[in-house]
């Protein structure tokens, strides 16, 4: 059975790395002593070391261990192992790209379907949709396709922010940008606020943290869903 925690964000605002989930990843890794982290979305450049190194710091304050998949030479075999993995946040279009170069998307899928307890922040959340295509990051590279894990029957827009009626900014909302992907395609999506997750079991779908989720769906109003909703019910 499936099981997978996909948070909007690493960081909340005036806390550390992890710290404001740490609590629910105490218990959701409780049967796993190592986690494999996936840091191929590296944020700012950093590099694989420096990001695995910041996973491994948070994690230790809950007695677990982190090896990053770049530390094995056959990263199929480090998934296929994993007692339970994380794939961090940074730029979506680079992790994309290297899950199809390093060809390790149907072993996430096989692990993750055979019960693998998988998290995801950001980018590590927005592949569990059908594609990455609301991610709001810049393309910097070009994978071989859009095309995810699809744990989900849905797309992720992860960091969702309300428009600020006091802006002066013209541009675009992110629900209008949402509005957009859905002149052409028919895949839901969900914008994630910061601070929530979704907690997935098997079928089961729902919302957790302290804050709303906003559902997109093409040819209809918006819904606001409320912590704790049971989103697979809208599927």
Not at 6 to 12: D, G, H
Not at 178 to 207: D, M, Q
């Amino acid at each position: 059975m499936k099981k997978l925690l996909i948070a909007s964000t690493s960081t909340v605002h005036g806390s550390e790395y992890l710290v404001y989930i740490l609590p629910t990843l105490a218990d959701f890794f409780k049967e796993a002593g190592t986690i494999l982290f996936i840091p191929y979305a590296r944020p700012s450049g950093k590099t694989y070391d420096e990001y695995t190194a910041i996973a491994r710091e948070a994690f230790a304050t809950i007695d677990k261990k982190v090896i990053g998949i770049h530390e094995y030479k056959n990263p199929k075999e480090a998934i296929a192992q994993a007692e339970a993995i994380f794939t961090g946040g940074g730029n979506t279009f680079e992790l994309v790209h290297q899950l199809y170069k390093n060809e390790i998307l149907s072993a996430l899928t096989t692990a993750v379907e055979s019960g693998t307890p998988y998290m995801g922040t950001s980018a590590g959340s927005n592949i569990c949709g059908v594609t990455m295509m609301n991610t709001n990051d810049m393309p910097i590279v070009y994978p071989p396709s859009f095309t995810t894990l699809g744990f989900i029957p849905f797309n992720i827009n992860a960091h969702y922010l309300d428009p600020n009626p006091d802006s002066t900014h013209m541009g675009e909302t992110r629900e209008t940008r949402i509005k957009e992907y859905h002149v052409f395609n028919e895949t839901p999506v969900l914008g994630l606020r910061e601070g929530s997750w979704l907690e997935v079991n098997g079928a089961s779908i729902v919302l957790r943290g302290n804050h709303t989720a906003r559902l997109f769906q093409q040819n209809k109003d918006a819904v606001e869903l409320a912590t704790n909703t049971e989103i697979s019910e809208y599927f």
